[in-house]
């Protein structure tokens, strides 16, 4: 989608590496820093996790975030300029991604939410392997898996930890989540599966006590779950922009013929 609005009021945030910072003072010198709760659009200077942290600060300011990558790591970022600024973004595609939406509950029965952009992940919390069952719009699919734990990805999560753990990269506008497992023992040749991003995904603790389990949405932990529910929060929309020809969804095609 191609935005059609000016920028004259530009945001910067920076991660604290010496290159955002020297990148950040610059630019200010130019174009001035508004705060973001006016600005046009958020221009963040680092990697992909400076962009994660601020797309969690605005999650519901429908502020356009604009990265040029300053990090290491620059999947959800374009690439570093400091001339035309203002006509970079009014050129500039947004790509519109959703968060999922974890509600966990502890050993005690205290619920715990979090937002996840990337993913929604459990992983067991000692060296016992986890026993998981997973139900998918209240009914059961599985009924045990036996890993070190599992994920659900959004499209833009898809090519994080995810496709680490040999799961599926999905297009960014694919009205799809994944579900992958991480290290299953059982069943041996259980890979996860594709879903409607509708779809409401319930993942219960087996054998708790003996075997405890972490769930973590991007950064929010919640220890010794004993339930977990996930999924898509359609109301909450994340503006991500990208230079013409190398947005969001080029990206994501693109990785699927790296090798």
Same mark, same amino acid.
């Not at 920028?7 to 003072?25: G, H, N, Q, T």
């Not at 595609?93 to 509950?105: G, K």
């Not at 069952?133 to 890993?147: A, H, N, P, Q």
């Given at each position: *989608?191609?935005?059609?609005?000016?920028?004259? /009021?530009?945001?910067?945030?920076? $991660?604290?590496?010496? &290159?955002?910072?020297?990148?950040? &003072?610059?630019?200010? /010198?130019?174009?001035?820093?508004? @705060?973001?709760?006016?600005?046009?659009?958020?221009?963040? #200077? =680092?990697?992909?996790?400076?962009?994660?942290?601020? #797309?969690h600060a605005h999650l519901h300011d429908r502020?356009?975030?604009? %990265?040029?990558?300053?990090?290491?790591? =620059?999947? !959800?970022?374009?690439?570093?300029?400091e001339d035309d600024l203002r006509g970079c973004l009014a050129r500039a &595609?947004?790509?519109?991604?959703? @968060?999922?939406? *974890?509600?966990?509950?502890d050993r005690a029965g205290k619920v715990h939410v979090g937002l996840a952009i990337n993913e929604v992940h459990l992983f067991r919390a000692t060296?016992?392997?986890? /026993? !998981?069952?997973? $139900?998918?719009? %209240? /009914?059961?699919?599985?009924? &045990?898996?036996?890993?070190?734990?599992? #994920?659900v990805a959004t499209p833009a999560g898809s090519t994080a930890y995810n496709l680490s753990v040999a799961g599926p990269i999905l297009p960014i506008?694919?009205? !799809?989540?994944?579900?992958?497992?991480?290290?299953?023992?059982?069943p041996r040749r259980w890979h996860g599966a594709l879903l409607p991003n509708e779809a409401k995904i319930q993942f219960d603790v087996l054998e708790a006590d003996k075997r405890p389990v972490s769930a973590v949405a991007d950064?929010?932990?919640?220890?010794?779950?004993?339930r977990v529910e996930v999924e898509q929060a359609s109301g909450i929309d994340l503006f991500l922009m990208f230079d013409p020809g190398h947005n969001l969804d080029e990206r994501i095609l693109s990785e699927q013929f790296r090798y």
């Open positions: *989608m191609a935005t059609s609005r000016t920028f004259e /009021k530009i945001a910067f945030v920076c $991660s604290d590496v010496p &290159e955002a910072r020297e990148a950040l &003072e610059r630019l200010t /010198k130019v174009y001035g820093n508004a @705060p973001a709760a006016s600005a046009d659009a958020i221009v963040a #200077l =680092g990697g992909d996790g400076l962009m994660l942290q601020t #797309l502020i356009p975030v604009y %990265g040029m990558n300053r990090g290491s790591v =620059g999947f !959800l970022t374009n690439d570093y300029h &595609e947004a790509s519109i991604i959703h @968060p999922l939406a *974890m509600r966990a509950v060296h016992q392997a986890a /026993k !998981l069952r997973i $139900s998918i719009d %209240g /009914k059961v699919r599985l009924e &045990e898996l036996i890993c070190d734990g599992a #994920l506008n694919a009205p !799809l989540l994944a579900l992958t497992p991480i290290s299953a023992f059982r950064h929010t932990e919640t220890r010794a779950v004993t």
